[in-house]
């Protein structure tokens, strides 16, 4: 049976909110304040309270740390921000010393890359040398390994993500004051391809270290999978709005089907012939069934009726997505009719990581049989390096032998 993590996240996520969340839904609190412990650092305190927010029960994470504590002492004013910096270097030297579990430290690790990857292209800098503000804070430092904690506690191997609610407005930052959503958090966002919603609020709903947990440790985006839930949890932000509910929702999920049985699992294959459309309008079809919640979509080039070149554009979904995929190919392609065809899939497991070669982050995608190397930033690193992408590849997939199930 495969264990998963759904977040439903209509509300947006934050570090402390999932973590909440999963304490709520299971994750031994002794577990996470023992593998948060193995960082070896001071100056935190960690408190787990039942509230209520707009009648629902939910569990808060109320993360005091020796950082906000002197950040708010040196505040003189209603503008000042706290201004707390560790480079990314720092981070993951105490990643890499601490005392944790391999895919905790992993896991971990991944996350802050992604961030530093991110946040280096924004201030056109390498990753090494990126500056965390907010993120590099003990408190979201915190957040990460606690959040990994408590998905090694519940024996998670696989985290799914619903739509991102954002907010609005301007949010407070160490480089000052920044349109909201921040530029770290939609660059996350993008690079991800992570679905989004908007919220008519101006609250900070989705925070970077939130939607870094989600686009890094997520293997898919969409609604809850196929199995049955054992159990679930609400994780509350500290906010309280009137009128919506500001909870992270957790559902674990066990497998129906083993992705190892030999029955399989079930999937719909959609399909549709179109004979007058632009190539460029089926790549941005392709797009948008990936979006919606596609496992995989192509196009396939056929001849019709009357020797016309045309192409069959198809698409593999789960059976409940069947009826969300479709419409998407019906509006993006203007077709008259739909073909669907069930069939049975064997995916392996496999896990969501990257690597650092030489100060550049690159992805991979981790199975017992093989590691593949997310090819855009192979190419990245490989022209900032000036050497073959097969080089970096090839250094990629070497680095990535430790973290292989």
């Not at 495969?2 to 934050?14: D, I, L, S």
């Not at 293997?219 to 909870?247: C, L, Q, W």
């Not at 192409?311 to 993006?332: F, G, I, K, N, Q």
């Not at 022209?383 to 970096?392: D, K, N, Q, S």
Request: charged share 20%; net charge negative; glycine share 8%.
């Amino acid at each position: 049976m495969t264990r998963t993590a759904w977040f439903n996240c209509h509300a947006g996520v934050a570090g402390d909110m999932a973590m909440a969340a999963l304490v709520d839904a299971g994750a031994d609190i002794d577990t996470i304040a023992d593998t948060i412990a193995g960082l070896g650092v001071d100056g935190y305190a960690i408190f787990f309270e039942r509230v209520q927010r707009c009648g629902v029960g939910a569990t808060w994470a109320n993360i005091v740390t020796h950082d906000e504590l002197h950040a708010h002492d040196s505040e003189h004013s209603e503008d000042a921000a706290p201004h707390v910096h560790r480079p990314a270097s720092e981070i993951f030297a105490l990643l890499d010393a601490a005392d944790l579990p391999d895919r905790v430290r992993a896991r971990a690790r991944a996350v802050f890359e992604r961030l530093a990857a991110v946040e280096g292209a924004i201030h056109g800098i390498d990753p090494a040398d990126v500056e965390l503000h907010e993120v590099g804070a003990l408190d979201s430092i915190i957040d990460v390994v606690g959040v990994c904690a408590a998905l090694e506690s519940l024996g998670i191997e696989r985290v799914v993500c619903s739509s991102i609610g954002l907010g609005s407005g301007i949010v407070q930052t160490a480089h000052g004051a920044l349109p909201h959503p921040a530029p770290a958090t939609l660059a996350l966002l993008t690079a991800a391809g992570a679905p989004t919603h908007g919220l008519p609020m101006t609250l900070e709903t989705a925070t970077p270290t939130g939607v870094a947990l989600m686009t890094t440790l997520a293997t898919k985006f969409g609604p809850m999978p196929s199995g049955t839930p054992i159990s679930v949890g609400y994780g509350a932000g500290t906010a309280d709005p009137p009128g919506r509910a500001n909870v992270v929702q957790v559902t674990i999920v066990e497998a129906a089907v083993s992705v190892a049985a030999d029955d399989g699992a079930p999937i719909v294959q959609l399909d549709v012939n179109v004979d007058d459309v632009t190539g460029e309008i089926i790549a941005h079809t392709i797009d948008r069934l990936l979006a919606a919640g596609a496992h995989d979509a192509w196009a396939t080039p056929i001849i019709m009726k009357k020797g016309r070149p045309a192409y069959t554009v198809s698409a593999l979904c789960e059976p409940t997505m069947r009826d969300t995929v479709r419409d998407v190919l019906v509006h993006e392609t203007g077709s008259l009719g739909v073909r669907a065809t069930s069939l049975v899939r064997w995916p392996q497991q496999r896990e969501m990581t990257s690597v650092v070669i030489d100060g550049h982050t690159v992805g991979l995608k981790v199975s017992a049989h093989r590691t593949k190397v997310e090819f855009d930033d192979a190419a990245r690193a490989a022209e900032a390096l000036g050497i073959p992408v097969r080089i970096v590849i090839e250094r990629a997939v070497a680095a990535a032998e430790h973290l292989r199930p």
